[in-house]
Nanobody
Framework: EVQLVESGGGLVQAGGSLRLSCATS????????IAWFRQAPGKEREGVSC????????FYADSVKGRFTISSDNAKSIVYLQMNNLRPEDTAVYYC??????????????????WGQGTQVTVSS
């Protein structure tokens, strides 16, 4: 069974940093891409970043480019999202999701085969 578990969310002041983790299990890590999405209250879910593990290729939304970095620890089957210089508009529930093979960018909900439960990120001004 494919499982994704996010952690690392919390409350931070504007300009601060957080690192989200997506721990995966139940599949061959190298055969998948992991995407991060976020959903703010009253807004649609949006793709934030995606990492194609086999190709070591990363993608970012324009709104986070230069501030967020996606990476992986292949030995632990974990994907991280390092978020620096956070802004109040980054406040949202962040989800990781898996997609077979390589990233589709921008990511599409329907192509994801598994989702985590989400982790709340709140950035105060």
């Amino acid at each position: 069974e494919v499982q994704l578990v996010e952690s690392g969310g919390g409350l931070v002041q504007a300009g601060g940093s957080l690192r989200l983790s997506c721990a995966t299990s139940g599949f061959i890590f190298d055969d998948y891409a992991i995407a991060w999405f976020r959903q703010a209250p009253g807004k649609e879910r949006e793709g934030v970043s995606c990492y194609s593990i086999s190709d070591d290729e990363a993608f970012y939304a324009d709104s986070v480019k230069g501030r967020f970095t996606i990476s992986s620890d292949n030995a632990k089957s974990i994907v991280y999202l390092q978020m620096n210089n956070l802004r109040p508009e980054d406040t949202a529930v962040y989800y990781c999701a898996s997609e077979v093979a390589l990233c589709t960018w921008p990511p599409e909900d329907d192509l994801m085969n598994a989702w985590g439960q989400g982790t709340q990120v709140t950035v105060s001004s």
